[in-house]
């Protein structure tokens, strides 16, 4: 029922993109959802070119299937992350956090597929002249770097503008939400923090269950002031960031709080001085699953809504 040209294009099973989450997917889960059906996709974050690499090399021995690169444009090793893509013949590149425009020739030279993350419909279009394949178009719901609009007033303004497919991301963590982004047009979807507490996420276990005890109102915006907003769950770091804001601090200062804050939550497990990145839909994550489980569980719920809404619109 949900085979789009999403899969066709990218030679998957269902629609769905696992989010590329810096030092949190990796080799294991990417392998995990490619192998359930879905793209999986392996973060490149701030990482340098041989950590990378052995993220790649341990993909290709775990799945024959198809999966992706993500870049995150603002790496200080950008450059040798679109070598390394290069040379190990990755199928997919998704790119984040910026745009990608000069990267993009070598990619096709490579014949390489690329989908950059888009937040507005200008980036969109830019993107659409320069021959990527699809697009991500990601609402600020999203954890992580995120844009201005949100996932329901972004991905049908880019439906309508460009001709090419686009996946919806940001506030998707479940088949509701998966139907109303097929519904707005979607031929496809992105989930991160779902994925984030997958049994085959290596996330530190503090950070998992972090997640899951979040409620709505759990997620923040910080770090507007210097021009990098991130969406994280509230803790002591969010705290001290805020006061500095209300201080006027430098950007600076601001962004000196986040260095090597991601990696100290995800990889070391303090999610009080650490940066807990996370969508606004942490607070309908409930429990770890697999990431099979998660997949099949976000379809056959994604059938049965839409089923269910045609005969409560049909019957009247
Ligand atoms: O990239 C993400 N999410 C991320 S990256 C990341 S690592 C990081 N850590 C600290 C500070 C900043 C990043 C954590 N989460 N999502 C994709 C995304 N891209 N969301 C929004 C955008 C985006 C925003 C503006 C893409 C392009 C853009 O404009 C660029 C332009 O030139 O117009």
Redesign the pocket.
């Known amino acids: 029922m949900f085979r789009t040209n999403i899969c066709d294009l990218l030679n998957i099973e269902y629609p769905i993109l696992q989010g590329g ?2 030092w949190i997917s990796d080799a294991d889960l990417a392998a995990a959802v490619s192998n359930a059906g879905g793209l999986g996709v392996i973060a490149g ?2 990482a340098e070119k041989h950590i990378v690499e052995k993220q790649i090399t341990r993909i290709q021995s775990l799945t024959q299937k198809p999966y992706a690169l993500n870049v ?1 444009l ?1 790496s200080p090793f950008v450059d040798d992350i679109i070598d390394l893509a290069i040379e190990k013949k990755v199928p997919i590149v998704i790119t ?4 990608p425009g000069k990267y993009i020739e070598r990619l096709k030279a490579a014949n390489i597929k690329i989908i950059p ?4 419909v ?2 969109a279009r830019r993107m659409e002249s320069l021959n990527v394949d699809a697009l991500i178009a ?1 609402g600020m719901e ?6 201005e609009l949100t996932t329901m007033a972004l991905v049908p303004q880019v439906i309508d503008s460009v001709n090419i497919p686009v996946i919806a991301a940001g506030g998707i963590a479940d088949g509701r939400g998966a139907a109303a982004a097929f519904m707005l047009g979607a031929q496809g979807i992105q989930v991160g923090t779902r994925f984030l507490v997958a049994h085959e996420c290596n996330v530190h276990a503090a950070y998992k269950g972090m997640v899951i005890s979040a409620k709505d109102t759990s997620s923040v915006i910080s ?1 507007r002031s210097t021009g ?1 907003p ?1 969406r994280i769950l509230k803790n002591k770091l969010y705290r001290q960031c805020a006061e500095l804001e209300k201080q006027n601090a430098s950007p600076e200062a601001i962004d000196a709080l ?1 260095v090597g804050a ?1 990696r100290k939550a995800a990889v070391d497990g303090d999610i009080q001085f650490g940066s807990v ?1 996370a969508g606004q839909v942490a607070g309908l994550i409930k429990k770890e699953e697999s990431s099979e489980e998660i997949i099949k569980q976000i379809f056959t719920e994604c059938e049965t809504v839409i089923l269910k809404n045609f005969k409560m619109v049909a019957n009247k």
């Open positions: 989450m810096a974050g701030n995150m603002l984040g956090a910026g745009s993350v888009v937040a507005s200008a980036l990601e999203s954890g992580g770097h995120i844009g770090g990098h991130v986040g991601l990145m």
